[in-house]
């Protein structure tokens, strides 16, 4: 293609989407953009993109050459995603039946070399969402209906099944296997190759097949600011419930007579109460039960 015939077709591509405010995006000339997609200033659309007219992206985010963008996807401002992501693709579900789902993006994410974000499926609200903050490195899978909360990390290769939920601070390593309708608790660690069958509970380091909380992530703990009496409560509840093996009841009581029972003691007593009175180590499974 001739430059003159390239710079018409950018300007004509441009021409397509809809500004959301400022000045226009740089829109490469490979790039297609179907009508009635909404794209802020200082977005970059980089070669051999695809954007769905069901798209709004924000200001300041880039979409590196090759990526693609299928249905209804919202992405923030200020995120940064590689060559051959597809966000919005499918629900890879046999029950869908082509309903309008989404996918919203928060701010600040970085989506590495071909990470996969699916669309929800019709079994809960009809969002698969991911927040703030996060690093998805490559070709880690986001299935429909997740939810990823702030500043969590996805190493390479790591597949979350349907209906997963990520909280804040999160960190799962390569090439871990998370079932469907699994919770992982916040500042957790999921190390490499493990088999996540039940809920991780959160300050936890688990590993394994299946994984299993092994110790505290004491090191996510003190990076996280976590006083000593905090990370010094949490690895004794660790140790009465995975080692001691005293049951939830009794850690309670053992927990308040040492005077330890703290903010995050209670919230990690609570998460696991949740998580025993679900099926199969699964909390969220009472949901998809009813």
Same mark, same amino acid.
């Given at each position: 293609m001739e430059p003159a015939d390239m710079a018409a077709e950018s300007d004509d591509l441009e021409t397509r989407c809809i500004p959301l405010a400022g000045s226009a995006p740089r829109i490469a000339p490979t790039a297609f953009v179907e009508p009635g997609a909404e794209i802020a200033e200082d977005v970059r659309i980089g070669h051999h993109c695809f954007v769905s007219a069901g798209s709004v992206i924000g200001?300041?985010?880039? /979409?590196? #050459?090759?990526?693609? /963008?299928?249905?209804?996807?919202?992405? !923030?401002?200020?995120?940064?995603?590689?060559? #051959? =992501?597809?966000?919005?693709? *499918?629900?890879?579900?046999?029950?869908?039946? !082509?309903?309008?789902?989404?996918?919203?993006?928060?701010? *600040? #994410?970085?989506?590495?070399? !071909?990470?996969?974000? #699916?669309? =929800?499926?019709?079994?809960? *609200?009809?969002?698969?969402?991911?927040g703030n903050g996060n690093f998805l490195m490559a070709c880690c899978h986001v299935a429909h209906d997740c939810r990823l909360g702030d500043r969590v990390i996805i190493a390479n290769g790591t597949l979350l099944g349907g209906h997963v939920r990520v909280h804040s601070h999160a960190s799962l390593s390569g090439g871990v296997a998370v079932h469907h309708w699994t919770t992982i608790g916040g500042w957790s660690f999921v190390a490499g190759l493990s088999r996540v069958l039940q809920d991780v509970p959160p300050y936890m380091l688990c590993e394994g097949a299946p994984a299993r909380p092994r110790c505290i992530n004491v090191v996510a703990l003190k990076r996280g600011g976590f006083d000593a009496q905090s990370i010094e409560a949490i690895a004794e509840t660790h140790r009465l419930l995975y080692r001691a093996k005293v049951g939830l009841g009794p850690a309670r009581d053992i927990l308040q007579s040492q005077g330890m029972m703290n903010a995050a003691v209670e919230q990690l007593i609570e998460f696991l109460t949740h998580q025993y009175e679900g099926r199969h180590g699964r909390a969220r499974e009472r949901r998809r039960a009813a």
């Open positions: 200001r300041g985010t880039v /979409l590196e #050459n090759s990526v693609t /963008l299928m249905g209804r996807v919202q992405i !923030g401002e200020r995120n940064r995603i590689f060559p #051959n =992501a597809v966000i919005g693709g *499918d629900p890879q579900d046999v029950s869908y039946r !082509g309903s309008d789902t989404r996918v919203v993006i928060g701010d *600040d #994410n970085i989506i590495r070399e !071909g990470v996969t974000i #699916n669309r =929800a499926s019709e079994k809960e *609200d009809g969002e698969t969402s991911v």
